[in-house]
């Protein structure tokens, strides 16, 4: 077989074997399935784009976006406990909006390293006596 008929073989043959499955999963009106399918598509695009965002952590200045945008997986969260867990009636896929999360969890943890609030500094009160602390009457 020539190197050009392999080239065009083999991702033909790739892609055959996912869409099999992928369409076992929504057959004959299988709501469960497509839920699950549309979880797994959207952690597919977002989990990489999370993964891109933890490049905001290298820097002190760009921390605090990088909490801002901890919502991403968080909202990720909430989407995939309700396409696996209720509309797709599969308990067993808890790890998926557990990894999500996870995700969130570390974001937001990262956003904050590094940040240290300063404690308030107490407040010397004069008094018209020169006399601390104030004693007395007014």
Do not use: C
Not at 26 to 38: F, K, S, T, V
């Amino acid at each position: 077989m020539h190197l050009s008929a392999r080239r065009v073989l083999v991702p033909l043959l790739g892609v055959a074997m996912v869409a099999v499955p992928a369409q076992a999963l929504i057959a004959e009106g299988n709501d469960e399935g497509a839920a699950l399918l549309g979880a797994m598509l959207l952690s597919m695009l977002t989990v990489p784009v999370t993964f891109l965002l933890f490049l905001f952590a290298i820097s002190p200045k760009t921390r605090p976006t990088l909490r801002m945008f901890a919502g991403l997986p968080g909202l990720m969260t909430l989407l995939t406990v309700y396409l696996v867990l209720i509309a797709g009636r599969r308990p067993d896929m808890i790890w998926l909006p557990m990894f999500h999360a996870g995700l969130a969890a570390i974001m937001f943890w990262l956003g904050g390293v590094g940040r240290h609030e300063e404690p308030p500094q107490m407040v010397m009160a004069t008094s018209s006596t020169g006399r601390f602390p104030p004693q007395g009457g007014a």
